[in-house]
C-alpha cells in the first residue's frame, strides 16, 4: 500500500516541477488528471438550477475553471497543484500571451495518416512547418508548437484542417511533456528540446482562421473601432456556433483590452455576440469578465 500510495505523490511532484519549469518560460499552466483533464473540478458543478448570469471564468475567485485557471505565477501554481494532489500532468494554456501559443495536434488512429495529410497541406499551399518544439503522445501521436501574432485569434478544431488533425488555440490547453496520463508519458522529441516554438508560417494561419461569415441582409457593418483588428475581432465573434459563443466573446474580448481598443469596440462585440443568440446581458458580463482578468 505504501507504494501505491508514494507513487501519485511522486507522479504529482515531478507534474508540478516540469509546470514551473514551463512558467519560467512565460507560459500558463494548470493540472491535468491522468485523463488529461483539468483536475479541479468547477465549483459551481453542483450549483441547483441553471447559472443566471453568463458562464463564470473565475471571477469567483475559486479555483476550478479550466484553462482559465492557468497561470505563470508559481505561487498561484503551487496553490492549484495543492488543491490537487491526485493531479499527474499539467495543461498549457494556448493563445496567450506572450508566446500565443498555437498547437498542432497530429492524431494517430487507423483510418488516418495525419503526418500525410499535413504534408499534401504544405506542398499544397507552399508552406514549411519550421524547427520548432515537437511533444510525443503515449499513442504515437505529435504536438507540433508554433507561436501566433498578437493580433490573430485562432480557434480550437478538430479534423477541420484534415482528418486527424486538431487545432489547439484560444480557449484550448496542450499537455505538456512530463505529464504522465493513463497510457503512459508525454515527452519532448529528440532534438526539440532546445528549440522555442517558431512562428506559424502564414499560409498555414490562414487556414487555422474560420471563414468570415457573411452579413445578413440589412445588417450592419463592422465597426472600424481599432482598425482592421478590430473588425477582425468581431468578424471572430460573428463566426462563432453555438458552443463556443461565450469563448470566443471572451477571448476576442481580451485580446481588445490588451491591445487597449476594448472599451471602444465593447458595443461592437456586444452586437456580434447577440447576432449568434447570445443575450447582451450575457455578452456584457463575458466582456466584463475579459476586462477585469486582462486588467489583473
Same mark, same amino acid.
Given at each position: 500500500?505504501?507504494?501505491?500510495?508514494? +507513487?501519485?505523490?511522486?507522479?504529482?511532484?515531478?507534474?508540478? &516541477?516540469?509546470?514551473?519549469?514551463?512558467?519560467?518560460?512565460?507560459?500558463?499552466?494548470?493540472? =491535468?488528471?491522468?485523463? #488529461?483533464?483539468?483536475?479541479? %473540478?468547477?465549483?459551481?458543478?453542483? &450549483?441547483?438550477?441553471?447559472?443566471?448570469?453568463?458562464?463564470?471564468?473565475?471571477?469567483?475567485?475559486?479555483?476550478?475553471?479550466?484553462? +482559465?485557471?492557468?497561470?505563470?505565477?508559481?505561487?498561484?501554481?503551487? &496553490?492549484?497543484?495543492?488543491?490537487?494532489?491526485?493531479?499527474?500532468? +499539467?495543461?498549457?494554456?494556448?493563445?496567450?500571451?506572450?508566446?500565443?501559443?498555437?498547437?498542432?495536434?497530429?492524431?494517430? #488512429?487507423?483510418?488516418?495518416?495525419?503526418?500525410?495529410?499535413?504534408?499534401? =497541406? /504544405?506542398?499544397?499551399?507552399?508552406?514549411?512547418?519550421?524547427?520548432?518544439?515537437?511533444?510525443?503522445?503515449?499513442?504515437?501521436?505529435?504536438?507540433?508548437?508554433?507561436?501566433?501574432?498578437?493580433?490573430?485569434?485562432?480557434?480550437?478544431?478538430?479534423?477541420?484542417?484534415?482528418? $486527424?488533425?486538431?487545432?489547439?488555440?484560444? $480557449?484550448? +490547453?496542450?499537455?505538456?511533456?512530463?505529464?504522465?496520463?493513463?497510457? $503512459?508519458?508525454?515527452?519532448?522529441?529528440?532534438?526539440?528540446?532546445?528549440?522555442?516554438?517558431?512562428?506559424?508560417?502564414?499560409?498555414?494561419? %490562414?487556414?487555422?482562421?474560420?471563414?468570415?461569415?457573411?452579413?445578413?441582409?440589412?445588417?450592419?457593418?463592422?465597426?472600424? /473601432?481599432?482598425?482592421?483588428?478590430?473588425?477582425?475581432?468581431?468578424?471572430?465573434?460573428?463566426?462563432?456556433?453555438?458552443?463556443?459563443?461565450?469563448?470566443?466573446?471572451?477571448?476576442?474580448?481580451?485580446?481588445?483590452?490588451?491591445?487597449?481598443?476594448?472599451?471602444?469596440?465593447?458595443?461592437? =462585440?456586444?452586437?456580434?455576440?447577440?447576432?449568434?443568440?447570445?443575450?447582451?446581458?450575457?455578452?456584457?458580463?463575458?466582456?466584463?469578465?475579459?476586462?477585469?482578468?486582462?486588467?489583473?
Amino acid at each position: 500500500m505504501a507504494t501505491t500510495d508514494r +507513487y501519485p505523490r511522486q507522479a504529482t511532484t515531478s507534474a508540478l &516541477a516540469h509546470a514551473l519549469s514551463a512558467a519560467e518560460r512565460g507560459l500558463a499552466v494548470i493540472p =491535468l488528471s491522468r485523463t #488529461k483533464l483539468p483536475a479541479l %473540478r468547477s465549483p459551481h458543478r453542483d &450549483a441547483p438550477g441553471p447559472a443566471p448570469g453568463p458562464p463564470c471564468h473565475g471571477e469567483c475567485g475559486r479555483s476550478g475553471h479550466g484553462v +482559465y485557471d492557468a497561470s505563470t505565477d508559481p505561487a498561484r501554481i503551487r &496553490a492549484l497543484f495543492a488543491a490537487a494532489p491526485w493531479a499527474t500532468g +499539467y495543461g498549457i494554456a494556448c493563445g496567450l500571451p506572450p508566446h500565443h501559443l498555437i498547437g498542432i495536434d497530429l492524431d494517430t #488512429k487507423s483510418d488516418t495518416d495525419s503526418t500525410s495529410a499535413l504534408r499534401e =497541406l /504544405a506542398l499544397r499551399h507552399l508552406f514549411t512547418i519550421p524547427p520548432t518544439v515537437v511533444v510525443r503522445t503515449p499513442s504515437g501521436g505529435r504536438h507540433l508548437w508554433l507561436t501566433g501574432p498578437p493580433d490573430v485569434v485562432v480557434p480550437n478544431s478538430a479534423s477541420r484542417l484534415a482528418p $486527424g488533425i486538431d487545432i489547439r488555440g484560444a $480557449g484550448g +490547453y496542450l499537455v505538456g511533456p512530463g505529464s504522465r496520463t493513463a497510457r $503512459g508519458v508525454y515527452a519532448t522529441a529528440p532534438g526539440t528540446t532546445h528549440l522555442t516554438p517558431a512562428p506559424c508560417p502564414r499560409s498555414l494561419l %490562414r487556414l487555422l482562421l474560420p471563414p468570415p461569415r457573411a452579413p445578413h441582409a440589412g445588417q450592419a457593418q463592422a465597426s472600424t /473601432a481599432g482598425g482592421a483588428h478590430g473588425i477582425g475581432l468581431v468578424q471572430f465573434v460573428l463566426a462563432a456556433h453555438e458552443g463556443q459563443r461565450n469563448t470566443r466573446l471572451f477571448w476576442a474580448a481580451c485580446r481588445a483590452y490588451e491591445d487597449g481598443i476594448g472599451p471602444e469596440l465593447t458595443e461592437d =462585440l456586444v452586437s456580434a455576440a447577440v447576432r449568434t443568440g447570445l443575450t447582451a446581458r450575457e455578452a456584457r458580463g463575458t466582456i466584463a469578465s475579459a476586462a477585469r482578468m486582462t486588467t489583473h
